[in-house]
């Protein structure tokens, strides 16, 4: 097995992600299916060398499928270039590369047919013309495996020598569609069978500085040895993520590196599980409702809040309430507070926190008031100043005013994920509201 190599008597199988389109390279339109399949890739273990990314050029695509070949990588995964129009080659180039000229498939042209006669039927399209793009896109690779598509594009997977190439589609709702039946193809599932599928360790942590997070991983290295242990860390939003990975063998490893990082940042580790801020919030919720009001984050933490099915069994409702007037007849936020405190602080903050529990009868409320920029900062409250205040019914409240870093948009995703910690400690430290 020369292509994958040996690690203590196992096959680790390299692949590599290849999405099409000169609308991506250009940066018109943003790639979702390269992460998207590297991380599918992972679970199944294999080692994803690299994302590429190449124009609607034959000879671009040609050259980095042999460069991919020249790597050593045995699963090739591309997106994009399957439509009807001239500039969608990728299967007569995966076909070049792989030496197997191009055929029709009828039983897939036919396939196609019944979809897009449906579409014509539909929005009164000139018959003729799709009928020319369906064979075109019928035309398959000799010996491949052809996947029925979600939309009218049909996937391919195509034996090419030591590779495998997997050919889907770009629109990522018809490439996640095609994609389980693109991996139980044969080539597919017998290369993948040569794979050793990962382990995996996630943890998560809120207001631990990246520093100390490094800090940590050095002193937990020098009394054990991580060597087999693939840790990668990210700030993401105000939160730090530890995603490890590692195979069979390394199991002690990686239960020293979870104790060693929970016994130093135990109260600031939120999940070690890989949940989110709003699962964990909505798990200690347990029945109980929740109300917020925002002015700098212009819904965001609701949009946070509501992002899961079935998200009204515990949000009831929330107020964007950007102006001062907004904040008083909607929220019933004192004039004379906001006159005298001014809309950021942190007696509105609680002020408004009050005012979505009254407004929406929930038992927790939340109140975000802030400076996002990039103007209206002072010396006294500069930009980033947000003023955030969780707060239970007839209980206890937790109110912060921190000055957080970044841009407008760093500002208000963050400010979102601090309310989330700040209800997540309220709910596990404060006095429980009542049921």
Known sequence: MSRAGWEDGVVNVRGAVLVTGTEVLSGATSDRNGPWISRRLGTLGVEVEGIHQVGDRPEDLLATLEF???????????????????????????????????????????????????????????????????????????????????????????????????????????????????????????????????????????????????????????????????????LRGGELEVDVRYRDGAEEAAAALRAGLVERHGSFVFSETGQSATEAVVGLLDGRTIAVAESCTSGLLAARLTERPGSSAYFVGGVVAYSNDAKVELLGVPAELIARTGAVSTEVAEAMADGAIECFGADIGVGITGIAGPDGGTQDKPVGYVCISAAARGGERHTRDPVLPGGRADVRERSATAALHLVRNLLLLGEQPPR
């Open 68 to 234: 991919l070949r020249g790597r050593g990588i045995d699963l090739i995964v591309t997106s994009g270039g399957l439509g009807p129009t001239a500039d969608d080659l990728t299967a007569e180039v995966v076909g070049r590369f792989a030496g197997r000229p191009l055929r029709l498939d009828e039983e897939m042209e036919r396939k196609i047919e019944a979809v897009l006669a449906e579409f014509a039927r539909r929005f009164n399209l000139d018959s003729e013309s799709l009928r020319a793009g369906n064979r075109k896109q019928a035309m398959v690779p000799e010996g491949a495996v052809p996947i029925d598509p979600v939309g009218t594009a049909p996937g391919l997977v195509v034996p090419a020598g030591d590779q495998v190439v997997i050919v889907l589609p770009g629109p990522p709702r018809e490439l996640q569609g095609m994609w389980e039946s693109a991996i139980a193809a044969a080539p597919a599932r017998e290369m993948l069978a040569r794979a050793e599928p990962y382990q995996e360790l996630a943890l998560r942590m809120f207001g631990v500085p990246e520093s100390e997070l490094a800090a940590s991983l050095r002193e937990i290295g020098a009394g054990t040895d991580l060597s087999a242990l693939e840790i990668t860390t990210c």
